[in-house]
């Protein structure tokens, strides 16, 4: 199967959802802060994460990732070296991680941003009148509806994160694209090895979008809905 | 910061650019071209036309540009039949794979954002239209159409400055684009902000032109949305 | 929602621990090299995810022989030099070229082989080759290497096609994307020509040397600028596997040929 090379693809898919998932993890809490902080009364917080979310949004994937793969390490180095801390290592899976969610962090601001807002006004306002703190009223009674509106954005970024995972493989993260490569070298079967990978992806992305789908219904129950 | 090697990278970074821009303009025109018959057929009520549709933007759509463009250029170089057949004139050359992979890539997504935004046109429009006895061809490009196109613009400026991030990709199959620039530069002397901040910029400049030419595109065709609260908030300002 | 959040924080900080912050000992009792795993012969991934090739088991050599634990970790070639500067790891065993150009960025130990350089294409398709003879011909050659320099250097009226990575030349060139290619002449017939695909292409002309081992050239493994310390310790096990025959026999396992190139 694979000319005997699946095990190994498995093992570099193993790794491909590891990564997505824990950007996701990473991404959900910068987005978090990120539209905490575009929202925020302060002009420095809105104006820090506006030069976040602009300057990642200008910017191909690819070059944000080698530009942080290759620079942050090296930003660590001379911070470790100037503080005589010794070498502090970075892994390559902890590096593309950091990158990807830091990344999507940017798009999902934009999403819980958009989503906080369509949660009505009366709402914060009715906690604060019940002299909720505006922590307390952020937490339990914003974000939990805030859910609701963002599950399409945030389905999106998902998918489009999976996607993006396969770019690591260009930094050499040892993920399923990179491991079909280097079968497709030495068994000279690139079509086989990618076709392969591509049905998985295509798996995964079909799973996520069910998965989804059952997410935004849970989520709205209880929501009339337009009648045609 | 080492200015010497920016300044001697400069023709290249040039070159680059020429190459991102030439695969960016050639991707774009061609897709383009074959979203809005695409998108037409993906709304239609006949199943023939809009499974097959809805089949290839499933497929596009669910898979990464990376590994579509690794399965034209490398994948099907691995068959003899394709070597020898009279495609592989085409298929042998990088810049056709890329083209090729990003063509059918944009297609798909911006397939679906056409597709969306006529299935939101009005649907006292289409009454109009249907009153006045216009349908097929001139119903389509009379009414439809134009007020779809316009109602997708946003949407598909974002889907534009998504290909123009994507031909990064195209630094993997020997096209000497930005990135590939830069990560020679960097490869050569060592030097991150020399190498990938000098593409972090172009890549910027490129981004903020493609946004403003939409915007001003945006400001030409959806003239019509603009409510008079904008007045208002100008008179506030 | 707020529990998902809280869990996964301690998920990440948990996975983040267990990869681990190593502070590198100074006397090298743990190494981290680079390997391309993309190069057969010299190095490449067998389907259960090991590594293996020449430049693998010379690696493996010289770590048992300066009792050094040794861990692979797979680079792009793209991204050797980078990766090296960045500490992703400490050495580099990938078949990398000693060049002047490179000392600029690194420190080399000795050569551990030496082959020549050789023209690849279709049988009988160029009787000399020269200048004149490959004008306006497509050259296949990695880039940001001795030989891609040599090409742009001296066949400045051919097109020139650069790829990221040695074992591409031979891809490019199976499926006809140039007419001619430029690379390693062991790893050319050792694994491409005697394949399938290589069936109808065969060396073209003489073997050309670009810096052997004994003009400061050859093939070395690559480290960071001053890590002397590590450098002496890698030339004296290179020295002493060369002088037990352990290198020998690695040689042999692979090639016909003795390409240790003193």
Same mark, same amino acid.
């Given at each position: 199967m694979l000319h005997g090379y699946l095990p190994a693809i498995l093992e570099g898919l193993e790794l491909t959802l590891k990564v997505s998932a824990l950007s996701l993890a990473i991404a959900c809490v910068f987005g978090l802060i990120g539209a905490s902080a575009k929202l925020s009364e302060s002009r420095a917080a809105r104006w820090s994460a506006e030069v976040y979310t602009t300057l990642i949004r200008g910017l191909p994937e690819l070059v944000l990732m080698l530009l942080i793969f290759y620079g942050g390490q090296i930003g660590i180095n001379r911070l470790a070296d100037a503080q005589g801390w010794g070498y502090i290592d970075i892994p390559p899976f902890l590096a593309g991680v950091l990158t990807i969610g830091f990344i999507f962090g940017a798009y999902l601001t934009e999403t819980f941003r958009g989503a906080i807002l369509a949660v009505p006004r009366g709402q914060a306002e009715a906690g604060l009148a019940f002299a909720l703190s505006r922590t307390q009223v952020l937490w339990r009674i914003v974000l939990p509806q805030m859910v609701r509106h963002a599950i399409p954005g945030f389905a999106n970024n998902w998918l489009i994160m999976i996607k993006a995972s396969a770019l690591v493989s260009i930094i050499g993260l040892d993920d399923m694209v990179h491991r079909a490569g280097l079968a497709a070298a030495t068994t000279r079967a690139p079509f086989t090895f990618y076709m392969a990978v591509a049905l998985i992806y295509l798996t995964l992305t079909s799973v996520s979008i069910f998965v989804l789908s059952r997410v935004e219904a849970r989520y709205s129950l209880g929501v009339k809905k337009v009648q045609f | 910061m080492d200015w010497k090697i920016v300044i001697d990278s400069l023709p290249l970074y040039v070159g680059g650019i020429r190459t991102t821009l030439v695969l960016l303009a050639i991707s774009l025109a061609s897709s383009f071209l074959l979203s809005v018959p695409l998108a037409v057929a993906r709304v239609s009520p006949r199943l023939w036309l809009s499974r097959p549709v809805w089949f290839f933007t499933y497929v596009l759509r669910g898979t990464p540009l990376l590994v579509q463009l690794f399965i034209i250029y490398h994948g099907l170089a691995q068959f003899e039949a394709v070597r020898e057949s009279m495609a592989w004139v085409l298929l042998k050359n990088a810049w056709f794979c890329a083209w090729l992979a990003f063509t059918m890539n944009s297609t798909a997504y911006t397939t679906e954002i056409f597709a969306g935004a006529l299935k939101a046109t009005a649907n006292g429009e289409i009454e109009a239209a249907r009153a006045y006895g216009l349908s097929g061809l001139k119903l389509y490009s009379r009414v439809l159409l134009p007020s779809a196109l316009r109602r997708a613009l946003p949407q598909y400026s974002n889907e534009v400055v998504g290909l123009m991030h994507a031909t990064?990709?195209?630094? +993997?199959?020997t096209l000497v684009d930005i990135t590939r620039v830069a990560r020679d530069v960097n490869a050569n002397h060592l030097l991150v902000t020399e190498s990938f901040g000098v593409a972090a910029v172009i890549y910027f400049v490129l981004t903020f032109s493609l946004v403003g030419i939409f915007k001003l595109l945006e400001r030409r065709f959806l #003239?019509?949305? #603009? +409510?008079?609260s904008v007045g208002a908030a100008v008179a506030r300002a | 929602m707020v529990r998902t959040l809280t869990a996964a924080t301690v998920l990440v900080a948990a996975l983040a621990a267990q990869s681990g912050a190593f502070a590198q000992s100074p006397d090298w009792a743990k190494i981290r090299i680079g390997v391309e795993?993309?190069?057969?012969?010299f190095s490449q991934m067998s389907p259960d995810g090991k590594f293996s090739g020449f430049d693998i088991d010379i690696a493996s050599a010289i770590c048992a022989q300066i009792k050094a634990e040794c861990t692979m970790v797979s680079q792009e070639w793209d991204g050797m030099m980078p990766a090296l500067n960045a500490k992703k790891f400490d050495m580099i065993v990938a078949s990398m070229s000693i060049t002047e150009e490179r000392k600029k960025s690194a420190d080399f130990s000795d050569s551990y082989y030496d082959i020549p350089s050789t023209w690849i294409g279709?049988?009988? /398709?160029? /009787?000399t080759i020269n200048p004149a003879a490959l004008k306006g011909k497509k050259i296949i050659v990695t880039r940001n290497t001795p030989r891609a320099r040599f090409v742009q250097d001296n066949y400045k009226e051919s097109e020139v096609l650069l790829v990221a990575?040695?074992?591409e030349v031979t891809m490019e060139l199976a499926a006809g994307r140039g007419d001619i290619g430029f690379g390693s002449s062991l790893a050319a017939t050792a694994a491409f020509l005697k394949a399938p695909e290589g069936r109808s292409f065969s060396r073209l002309g003489a073997p050309v040397i670009l810096g052997g081992a004994a003009q400061g050239g050859g093939v070395g493994i690559a480290m960071r600028k001053g890590e002397d310390a590590l450098r002496m310790k890698v030339n004296a096990g290179l020295k002493a596997i060369s002088g037990n025959g352990v290198y020998k026999t690695i040689n042999d396992k692979y090639f016909d040929v003795n390409i240790r190139g003193e």
């Open positions: - | 990064a990709i195209a630094s +993997t199959v #003239r019509h949305l #603009r +409510t008079q | 795993a993309n190069y057969p012969p279709k049988t009988g /398709s160029f /009787s990575k040695e074992a």
